[in-house]
């Protein structure tokens, strides 16, 4: 596998590149600059020597003649390694003559007086001469030789320093542009591809958190931004497909509901002049045999049984009917009362009745008194079987302010509650969302049809409300009917 050079090696790599070059071209400038400047101090040495010891010769030339100044051109040739001064007389022959290489403009300048510098190849390395004619003319001209050794040795020392200088600058920007790159570029770099990964595997809960205020940090404070609307946008698609889909279920649970209610009502009715038969029958043994005990149990256990059946039937028939909505002013309370007093003797005494009905709120709204009495009947009997062994029954109403749930079409306002608490078991997790179900029940086999709750829903529904369910296994269970408080 390839290795691909990272954002922080293409940033740093030519960084450098750059600076060596740069630091490269002001060393060449920096050096060219110094050896002219070098060899400008060198001539300008040269000539103040020459110009010295051409006056001395020429003193020494008039106090004591030519023997004394050869005497001080030996003195002259012991001042120096890369230093030498040479007399030269006027009569010198030209075989031995550094002047013999002067061009015909030099030889002029030193006639009239003037020093000269030359650079010459001497041995292996280059050398200052400069000519300084001795006064008065004619004396002859002093030269003086100046190797460039010291000129060499401090080129080299510069070149040894330009580059040690220059590794360290290397070295000190790479550790520097290395940590700054990894610091303000690799890692925020590093956390947005992170995200941009994340973004792709559909996770965009995690925010990148950026608090730069850089491009990269808006960069980060983007992808947020993006992240976050992709989440809207992701739950909205959700909760679309979600009521899409609870809409397709409904409508399949609608048209199976009407199916059921067209087979309940041809049930009902086929069912209904075979069981008239069945109890008139039963009456007419009962007169027959009236002195019969034996007969006559049995004759209440089929007249008990054909009642059985004929709830059942009207409560099939209540189901597959339109219900119809006739409206009237009802005070809530003294419904409550009279049903609590019509219900208690079906219940039995093992039930004790709570009632809690707000004394102080007007409890007249606009209502159907016989359906609204229907699902607070089957609510109480529901409660009172919920307690096999006996138990406290609180039945309450109240006015409140409330919010319907999601998926009911109501809105939020003043409803008068109707509430039915029992203590017995509680419902169960699981069975909670099925208990307004047609014909789900958890009751024994013969104890319920499945029925009531479905028909009570449906009821309160008509009326623009809804029932809210509370339970706690082991504790028990309590409804609470919302009915829409207006009383006119």
């Not at 030209?94 to 030889?107: E, K, S, W």
């Not at 610091?183 to 947005?192: G, Q, T, Y």
């Not at 359906?371 to 006996?390: E, F, K, S, Y």
Request: aromatic content about 4%.
């Amino acid at each position: 596998m390839a290795i691909r050079p990272g954002l922080t090696f293409k940033l740093v790599v030519p960084l450098t590149v750059g600076m060596c070059a740069v630091l490269a071209v002001h060393f060449a400038t920096t050096i060219r600059r110094e050896r002219l400047l070098f060899e400008e101090t060198k001539g300008h040495y040269g000539r103040i020597l020459g110009h010295a010891l051409a006056q001395r010769l020429a003193d020494t030339w008039d106090v004591t003649g030519e023997a004394r100044t050869n005497d001080l051109q030996q003195e002259l040739d012991e001042l120096g390694d890369h230093v030498s001064v040479r007399w030269i007389p006027s009569d010198a022959p030209a075989a031995g003559d550094p002047m013999a290489a002067l061009t015909t403009l030099q030889r002029e300048a030193l006639e009239e007086g003037d020093p000269i510098t030359v650079v010459r190849r001497q041995g292996d390395q280059e050398a200052f001469h400069t000519f300084t004619p001795v006064p008065p003319p004619g004396a002859g001209t002093v030269v003086v030789v100046d190797a460039f050794t010291d000129r060499d040795f401090y080129v080299q020392a510069s070149v040894r320093r330009f580059l040690v200088s220059l590794v360290l600058i290397v070295a000190v920007n790479a550790l520097l542009a290395l940590g700054l790159s990894a610091w303000l570029v690799s890692r925020p770099f590093a956390r947005l591809i992170v995200k941009a990964r994340q973004v792709g595997s559909g996770d965009l809960s995690i925010p990148v958190k950026l608090s730069r205020r850089d491009e990269i940090g808006e960069l980060g404070r983007e992808m947020d931004r993006m992240s976050q609307s992709l989440l809207e946008a992701d739950s909205k698609v959700r909760a679309e497909e979600a009521a899409r889909r609870k809409a397709e279920e409904d409508l399949h649970h609608a048209e199976r509901l009407a199916t059921i209610g067209k087979l309940a009502a041809g049930v009902a009715h086929e069912v209904g002049t075979p069981l008239n038969v069945i109890s008139g029958r039963a009456k007419r043994l009962g007169r027959q045999h009236g002195d019969d005990a034996e007969i006559q149990k049995n004759v209440t256990i089929i007249r008990d049984q054909v009642d059985r059946v004929t709830r059942i039937v009207h409560q099939l028939l209540q189901f597959a009917r339109r219900r119809k909505v006739s409206r009237t002013l009802v005070d809530c309370r003294e419904l409550t009362r009279s049903t609590v007093a019509e219900v208690r003797p079906t219940v039995g005494p093992r039930v004790q009745f709570a009632l809690n009905l707000d004394e102080t709120e007007d409890t007249r709204i606009q209502i159907d008194g016989g359906q609204i009495r229907q699902v607070l009947t089957n609510l109480i009997v529901n409660g009172a079987q919920a307690m096999p062994a006996g138990g406290q029954l609180s039945v309450g109403l109240s006015r409140r302010r409330a919010s319907p749930p999601a998926g009911h079409s109501g809105t939020g306002g003043d409803y008068l509650c109707l509430s039915v608490e029992d203590q017995g078991q509680g419902i169960a997790p699981d069975d909670l969302p099925h208990i307004f179900e047609p014909f789900f029940t958890t009751k024994d086999v013969g104890a319920g049809t499945g029925l009531g709750l479905a028909v009570s829903v449906g009821i309160v529904h008509d009326h623009g409300g809804w029932i809210d369910v509370a339970t706690e296994v082991g504790k028990g269970t309590r409804f609470t009917v919302y009915l829409p408080g207006e009383s006119s």
